[in-house]
């Protein structure tokens, strides 16, 4: 079984920067886009950004790009999160998952709090 496990969140004032960091510790899986998702209180999870396998094709959500960066390492099994120039509606909790074909994997983390103050 996947195990999704993210990392990296915290408090950071407007205009910080944060790096998030998801390792997959479970079944290893390959081949397979990895993404990132938040959750801020009372809204439903979106979509942050896309990583192919290859690492040659990203994809970003209107409201982050410019200022995030998603890499991933396949021989750690890890998928990382560079986040700029944050603001205080980035305010979430942050997931990552594994894309298996067009759908996203069941299998979620815990998440990592990201919290960003005015």
């Known amino acids: 079984q996947v195990q999704l496990v993210e990392s990296g969140g915290g408090l950071v004032q407007a205009g910080g920067s944060l790096r998030l960091s998801c390792v997959n510790s479970?079944?290893?899986?390959?081949?397979?886009?990895m993404g990132w998702f938040r959750q801020a209180p009372g809204k439903e999870r979106e979509f942050v950004a896309i990583?192919?396998?290859?690492?040659?094709?990203?994809k970003y959500a209107d409201s982050v790009k410019g200022r995030f960066n998603i890499s991933r390492d396949n021989a750690k099994n890890t998928v990382v999160l560079q986040m700029n120039s944050l603001k205080p509606e980035d305010t979430a909790v942050y997931y990552c998952?594994?894309?298996?074909?067009?759908?996203?994997?069941?299998?979620w983390g815990q998440g990592t709090q990201v919290t960003v103050s005015s």
């Open positions: 990583i192919s396998w290859s690492g040659d094709n990203t």
């Open positions: 998952n594994i894309q298996y074909g067009t759908r996203w994997g069941r299998d």
């Open positions: 479970g079944r290893t899986v390959s081949g397979y886009s």
